[in-house]
Each structure stands twice: as structure tokens, then as C-alpha cells.
């Protein structure tokens, strides 16, 4: 049976025994410890240099694309420009040939309306002539039916009177006051029918 002097002996030891293995599994943890760290320093320097590699290709990558890209939209604008240029210019010509065409269908149509006009001008000038000188010619006869006859009939009848008889010399001088007067009356009418001749 232990006694308490060995049971305090094999307590030391069991005590020395865990505070070696204590202290070997501090060291074994110690150098797995520094070993893990430098690993994740390696595997940490070696993700830096592959993320900075991989970040400089993806730069050059889209440093690439983008100038892809530019050239693509300069050639597209370049395209598009040239394209809206035509369309103007195209453009341009339809509105001046439209323009040509216009100012042609507007002087022909000018022409025909002169035309037109010239005509009608023309034919009411004619009417109005023919009215006029219809009118006038009325009027002559009117003046001739109401003057002129009534006149040289009277003329005729004092001749027949003069030369049935011999006319006293006072009825001599009426008749050739009435002469007188008969002329002044014809020259009067030939005048009128001057003016009405010249309104023609």
C-alpha cells in the first residue's frame, strides 16, 4: 500500500510528466504555428503576385477593349456621318428638283392663265366693239329717221312748192333762210357722225 511520501513522488512525476509533454506540445505547436505562418506568407505572396498579374491582364484586357471599342464607335460615327451627308445631299437634290418642277408647273400654269385672260380680253373687246358699234349705228338712224329725213323732206316739198309757182321774193327769202337752216342742220349731223364714227 502507497504511503504519502509516494504518493507524492508519483504525483511529482506525473506532475513533470504533463509539464514535459506541456511544454513539448507548446514547442510541436509553436513550430507548427510558425510553419502555418509562413505557408500562408508564401500562399499570401503568391495570391498577391497571381491577383496582381490577373489585375494587370484584366486591365490590359479591357485597356484593349476599350480601345476596340473606340475604334469601332469612331468607325460607326465616321459610317454614320457619311451616311447622314448622303441622306442630306440626296435630300437637297429631291427639294431643288421638286423646287425646278414648282417654279415650271407655276409658269406654265401662268402662261395658260395669261392666255386665258388674253383671250377673254380679246372677246369681250370684240363684244363690246360689236355692241358699240350696233348702238351707234342705231343712233345714226334714230338721228337720220328724226332729223335728217323730216328735214329733206321738207327741203323736197318747198322744191315742188318752188317750182309749181313762182315764189314771191319774201317766200323766196324764207325758203332760203330754211335752206340755211337745213344745212346748218346736215352740217351739224355730219359732225356727229364724225365723233361717233372716231368713238369707234
Request: without cysteine.
Amino acid at each position: 500500500m502507497l504511503d504519502a511520501n509516494d504518493i507524492q513522488i508519483i504525483s511529482k512525476i506525473v506532475s513533470d510528466a504533463l509539464a514535459e509533454e506541456r511544454k513539448h506540445t507548446e514547442a510541436m505547436f509553436a513550430e507548427e504555428r510558425k510553419h502555418t505562418e509562413a505557408m500562408f506568407a508564401e500562399e499570401r505572396k503568391h495570391t498577391g503576385a497571381m491577383f496582381a498579374e490577373e489585375r494587370k491582364h484584366t486591365e490590359a484586357m479591357f485597356a484593349e477593349e476599350r480601345k476596340h471599342t473606340e475604334a469601332m464607335f469612331a468607325e460607326e460615327r465616321k459610317h454614320t456621318e457619311a451616311m447622314f451627308a448622303q441622306q442630306k445631299e440626296e435630300l437637297r437634290t429631291e427639294m431643288l428638283a421638286i423646287s425646278a418642277q414648282q417654279k415650271k408647273e407655276m409658269h406654265e400654269d401662268m402662261l395658260a392663265i395669261s392666255a386665258q385672260q388674253k383671250k377673254e380680253m380679246h372677246e369681250d373687246m370684240l363684244a363690246i366693239s360689236a355692241q358699240q358699234k350696233k348702238e351707234m349705228h342705231e343712233d345714226m338712224m334714230t338721228i337720220i329717221e328724226s332729223e335728217v329725213t323730216p328735214q329733206f323732206r321738207t327741203l323736197a316739198e318747198a322744191h315742188e312748192v318752188l317750182l309749181e309757182r313762182m315764189t314771191p321774193p319774201e317766200e323766196i327769202e324764207d325758203a332760203k333762210t330754211d335752206i340755211f337752216i337745213l344745212k346748218e342742220a346736215v352740217k351739224n349731223l355730219g359732225t356727229r357722225v364724225k365723233a361717233l364714227q372716231k368713238a369707234q
